[in-house]
Nanobody, 120 residues
């Protein structure tokens, strides 16, 4: 099983930057995809960005050019650099991972979430 631990959230002014980190640990064969989702109260969780083990990256249109996802396969860690933050980016950000267990069966895991607040 994979445990995901996020860090890096906080309060930032509009136009500012934050960097989120998510480290995976536990017993698994390999992580295949890691992603960042956001959720605001009363709404569903939506994906902002994802990265595959091979380096394939996807962004939702609303964060293209502002957010950058990177990964470190050796550390099983994914980062989300968030620049030009807007009040609409205020949300709880969750790390997500698809992974293979020792029997090569696919599973998924969520982190506990980290609050990002963009406000003056």
């Amino acid at each position: 099983q994979v445990q995901l631990v996020e860090s890096g959230g906080g309060l930032v002014q509009p136009g500012g930057s934050l960097r989120l980190s998510c480290a995976a640990s536990g017993s698994f064969f390999s992580i295949t995809v890691m992603a960042w989702y956001r959720q605001v109260p009363g709404k569903k969780r939506d994906m902002d960005a994802s990265i595959t083990r091979a380096g394939g990256i996807r962004y939702v249109d609303s964060v293209k050019g502002r957010f950058t996802i990177t990964g470190d396969n050796a550390k099983n860690t994914v980062y989300l650099q968030m620049d030009s933050l807007k009040p609409d980016d205020t949300a709880v950000y969750y790390c997500y991972a698809d992974y293979l267990d020792s029997n090569k069966l696919m599973h998924w895991s969520w982190g506990q979430g980290t609050q990002v607040t963009v406000s003056s």
